[in-house]
């Protein structure tokens, strides 16, 4: 199914939790919701499963406006944090609960149920309840609870932030792999970049109640519309300085650091406020030779992380650069409080226009 918003407002009192939001999701695919706390991520999702109403705008499921129609006749599937199963139930009970409601008969709910905790991987459980599930388990029957109505729309609400960092990225996997396999039209939730990353199709990165950019992580990632997204997706050093030269859709930034060079994201103004933002991947270090083309910087930190090493490079002003330096194994390896200088190939970095705080 194809869901569609249009100019959804939605405010609560004085809080305009959702500020004027256009989105379609397409059929099958795994679109995320990604942004701070606040950002009207959940309030999305209660909007698409019909717990609340928009203020302004209208909501469409493959064209169809919903406005009006219950929760329970949207066909829309739902896993929420804590989204509590009954405690008292059994795992099997859990999942057969909504079948039940809908007066299924009683083989064809042992089929459906037995059915859905095989795709989960929960079979062999059925007689447990809740209690004696690891929090994983319980997600997964959440998981199996919301997919055996055979929802034609499924949403996701940080399904996996109460879990530890293992589970959460082996259940992460497994969510999309089901996804696909099912073909699902999924909304997911998360503030976690790196979920987001992996999970999705296209993410929706939002902020303060609109959409700031959308596009496949890879776009994201390698061209973030504005330093927002640059910050919030993936790992950003910021460099601000004021703009020096312009030609040819690059900038030079005078910095406090020193003159760097990026593509111009935006449109910049000479002399105005900009901001350089270049990933810790696309740094190099050198030892520090007084020749060396970059900026001049003192190691502060460095962290063996084994398929790479992070260093924190204090450059001058003050700042501190994020420096990864992948399979270090016979690169230089240096050491807390050593000189060193930092460049990057300006084409791995963008400038954008510093932002009105
Ligand atoms: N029922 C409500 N009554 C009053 N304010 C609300 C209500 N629901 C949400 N808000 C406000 O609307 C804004 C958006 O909330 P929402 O729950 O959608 O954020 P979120 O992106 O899901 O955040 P989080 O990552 O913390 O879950 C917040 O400022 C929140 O305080
Ligand atoms: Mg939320």
């Given at each position: 199914m194809r869901v569609r918003l249009e100019g959804v407002v939605k405010r609560f009192g004085a809080t305009t939790a959702l500020a004027g939001v256009s989105q379609e999701i397409r059929e099958g695919e795994l679109f995320t919701l990604l942004g701070p706390s606040g950002c009207g991520k959940t309030t999305t999702l209660r909007i698409l499963a019909g717990f609340v109403d928009p203020d302004e705008g209208e909501v469409y499921f493959d064209d169809v406006p919903v406005r009006g129609v219950p929760p329970a006749e949207r066909g829309v599937g739902i896993v929420f944090q804590?989204?509590?199963?009954?405690?008292?139930?059994?795992v099997f009970d859990n999942v057969a609960y909504g079948l039940r409601l809908r007066r299924m008969p009683t083989a064809e709910v042992r089929r459906r149920v037995e059915q859905v905790l095989e795709q989960v991987g929960l079979?062999?459980?059925?007689?447990?309840?809740?209690?004696?599930?690891s929090g994983g388990q319980q997600q997964r029957v959440a998981v199996a609870r919301a997919l055996v109505l055979n929802p034609r729309l499924l949403l996701l609400d940080?399904?996996?932030?109460?879990?530890d960092a293992k589970v959460r990225a082996r259940l992460r996997s497994e969510i999309r792999r089901l996804q696909q396999e099912l073909r699902i039209t999924t909304v997911y939730v998360t503030h976690d970049q790196e979920e987001a990353m992996v999970i999705s199709d296209r993410i929706a990165v939002m902020r303060d109640g609109r959409v700031a950019q959308v596009g496949t992580p890879v776009e994201l990632y390698e061209r973030p519309a504005d330093l927002f997204v640059a910050d919030f997706v993936g790992t950003n050093n910021l460099l601000p300085g004021t703009v020096t030269g312009l030609r040819d859709g690059w900038a030079e930034l005078a910095t406090p650091a020193g003159v760097v060079r990026g593509r111009a994201a935006r449109p910049l103004q000479s002399g105005g406020r900009a901001v350089l933002a270049v990933r810790p991947e696309a740094l190099r270090i050198s030892d520090g030779t007084p020749a060396d083309v970059g900026v001049p910087g003192r190691v502060a930190l460095s962290q063996y992380l084994g398929s790479l090493v992070r260093y924190e490079v204090e450059v001058e002003g003050g700042r501190v650069l994020l420096v990864d330096v992948h399979n270090p194994k016979g690169q230089i390896v240096l050491r807390p409080g050593q000189r060193t200088t930092v460049s990057f190939d300006p084409e791995a970095a963008l400038v954008f226009p510093e932002e009105a705080p």
């Amino acid at each position: 199914m194809r869901v569609r918003l249009e100019g959804v407002v939605k405010r609560f009192g004085a809080t305009t939790a959702l500020a004027g939001v256009s989105q379609e999701i397409r059929e099958g695919e795994l679109f995320t919701l990604l942004g701070p706390s606040g950002c009207g991520k959940t309030t999305t999702l209660r909007i698409l499963a019909g717990f609340v109403d928009p203020d302004e705008g209208e909501v469409y499921f493959d064209d169809v406006p919903v406005r009006g129609v219950p929760p329970a006749e949207r066909g829309v599937g739902i896993v929420f944090q804590n989204y509590a199963l009954w405690p008292h139930m059994t795992v099997f009970d859990n999942v057969a609960y909504g079948l039940r409601l809908r007066r299924m008969p009683t083989a064809e709910v042992r089929r459906r149920v037995e059915q859905v905790l095989e795709q989960v991987g929960l079979l062999g459980l059925e007689d447990r309840t809740p209690g004696q599930l690891s929090g994983g388990q319980q997600q997964r029957v959440a998981v199996a609870r919301a997919l055996v109505l055979n929802p034609r729309l499924l949403l996701l609400d940080e399904p996996l932030s109460s879990l530890d960092a293992k589970v959460r990225a082996r259940l992460r996997s497994e969510i999309r792999r089901l996804q696909q396999e099912l073909r699902i039209t999924t909304v997911y939730v998360t503030h976690d970049q790196e979920e987001a990353m992996v999970i999705s199709d296209r993410i929706a990165v939002m902020r303060d109640g609109r959409v700031a950019q959308v596009g496949t992580p890879v776009e994201l990632y390698e061209r973030p519309a504005d330093l927002f997204v640059a910050d919030f997706v993936g790992t950003n050093n910021l460099l601000p300085g004021t703009v020096t030269g312009l030609r040819d859709g690059w900038a030079e930034l005078a910095t406090p650091a020193g003159v760097v060079r990026g593509r111009a994201a935006r449109p910049l103004q000479s002399g105005g406020r900009a901001v350089l933002a270049v990933r810790p991947e696309a740094l190099r270090i050198s030892d520090g030779t007084p020749a060396d083309v970059g900026v001049p910087g003192r190691v502060a930190l460095s962290q063996y992380l084994g398929s790479l090493v992070r260093y924190e490079v204090e450059v001058e002003g003050g700042r501190v650069l994020l420096v990864d330096v992948h399979n270090p194994k016979g690169q230089i390896v240096l050491r807390p409080g050593q000189r060193t200088t930092v460049s990057f190939d300006p084409e791995a970095a963008l400038v954008f226009p510093e932002e009105a705080p």
